[in-house]
């Protein structure tokens, strides 16, 4: 029997994104949890590689075309995983966020000034960690399942096909 790590990789390119989608669109719906403007940059790319990986599936005798669309999708994954570790800094405070979801009070600012701003500024911060697992947010999570995903399949996907004893 033969084993081959693309047609395997074919799979967790598929399934990976299919489980974080589902993970974060039920936090959401379920759970409760409002995903902010960076959440969404989060999903995206994830979107992409559903598609794309679902796209591999329909190749059957193509072998380089099948390994492209593989490699794409993981590449898609690792960019979601990505995005997910500006998104954790920012929540972390490593480092300024570049949207308008993240709190941008200065020292000495009037009360006025300050009402007016949450008055402007957005229900969901992207600075502030909604929920959070052993001190990880759950755009730790994505970056970390999502840049090992990635990379999983990136081993699989190039590994030859070995005979089975």
């Known amino acids: 029997m033969r ?10 390119a598929l399934l990976l994104p299919l489980a974080l989608l589902g993970g974060a669109l039920g936090s959401q719906y379920i759970g409760g949890l409002h995903p902010c403007e960076m959440c969404h940059w ?15 599936f329909l190749v059957t005798r193509n072998r380089p075309l ?22 954790a800094g920012v929540e972390y405070h490593w480092w300024e966020g570049i949207t308008g979801c993240t709190s941008s009070l200065t020292r000495g600012m009037s009360a006025e000034s300050i009402i007016d701003q949450i008055r402007k500024g957005p229900m969901v911060r992207c600075d502030a960690a909604q929920w959070t697992l052993f001190g990880i947010s759950m755009a730790g999570y994505n970056a970390i399942l ?7 399949i990136f081993l699989l ?3 030859r096909p070995r005979i089975a004893a």
């Open 146 to 152: 999502s840049i090992g995903g990635a990379v999983a």
């Open 42 to 56: 989060q999903r995206w790319p994830h979107y992409a590689a559903v598609i794309v990986a679902a796209a591999s």
């Open 3 to 12: 084993r081959d790590g693309l047609i395997l990789a074919r799979g967790v």
């Open 66 to 87: 099948l390994m492209t669309l593989v490699l794409f999708a993981a590449v898609l994954i690792a960019v979601s995983g990505g995005i997910g570790v500006f998104h």
């Open 157 to 159: 996907a190039v590994r």
